[in-house]
T-cell receptor, first 116, second 111 residues
Framework: GAGVSQSPSNKVTEKGKDVELRCDPISGHTALYWYRQSLGQGLEFLIYFQGNSAPDKSGLPSDRFSAERTGGSVSTLTIQRTQQEDSAVYLC??????????????FGQGTRLTVV | DAKTTQPTSMDCAEGRAANLPCNHSTISGNEYVYWYRQIHSQGPQYIIHGLKNNETNEMASLIITEDRKSSTLILPHATLRDTAVYYCIVRGIFNDYKLSFGAGTTVTVRA
């Protein structure tokens, strides 16, 4: 498929454990975004990558959250010492960047994280 | 501050056109209007975007007023599968990457 792929689609973890969420963007898309959506809530911006750099990490809720991107492609969002309030759907999106303009972003189906 | 204002909800009949309004009175000259929708339990889906001219694609039409302070998304023949939350978003042309999702309009298409 040519869309944004996220894995796993569902993850249940125990409080205090670390989790890694993966995003495979659309091939050739240099911009990558992470959002999260808690139950019944709106989408909350977490972090933005342009290539392998993250010029905006302002949405990461705490230092337990980190993200990296390698080879200008795959990105991993890591949550350490998970808490119940981390339970949410984590969404990844990607877009082209043409001459400083970010084009429309396409979203994956998300990873539903449940911390028990 | 929210850059867009949308009605909380609206119903429309299957097979009829759905017209979704959005106010963006503080939009600047270098900002686009984007529309996304989110069907239950899925990721947001890009629909259409425009700057000042009306736009049409296979999914919808976007009508932007001449003063650019408001716009309307038109789904020409709504189906039950169009039931979703629709988001109107203002986004800068250059170096603006965030899509700031508000509460959107919950559209329910009824048979």
């Amino acid at each position: 498929g040519a869309g944004v792929s996220q894995s796993p689609s569902n993850k249940v973890t125990e409080k205090g454990k670390d989790v890694e969420l993966r995003c495979d963007p659309i091939s050739g898309h240099t911009a990558l975004y992470w959002y999260r959506q808690s139950l019944g809530q709106g989408l909350e911006f977490l972090i933005y990558f342009q290539g392998n750099s993250a010029p905006d990490k302002s949405g990461l809720p705490s230092d337990r959250f980190s993200a990296e991107r390698t080879g200008g492609s795959v990105s991993t969002l890591t949550i350490q010492r998970t808490q119940q309030e981390d339970s949410a759907v984590y969404l990844c999106a990607s877009s082209l960047n043409r001459g400083g303009m970010n084009t429309e972003a396409f979203f994956g189906q998300g990873t539903r994280l449940t911390v028990v | 501050d929210a850059k867009t204002t949308q009605p909380t909800s609206m119903d429309c009949a299957e097979g009829r056109a759905a017209n979704l309004p959005c106010n963006h009175s503080t939009i600047s000259g270098n900002e686009y209007v984007y529309w996304y929708r989110q069907i239950h339990s899925q990721g947001p889906q890009y629909i259409i975007h425009g700057l000042k001219n009306n736009e049409t694609n296979e999914m919808a039409s976007l009508i932007i007023t001449e003063d650019r302070k408001s716009s309307t998304l038109i789904l020409p023949h709504a189906t039950l599968r169009d039931t979703a939350v629709y988001y109107c978003i203002v986004r800068g042309i250059f170096n603006d990457y965030k899509l700031s999702f508000g509460a959107g309009t919950t559209v329910t298409v009824r048979a």
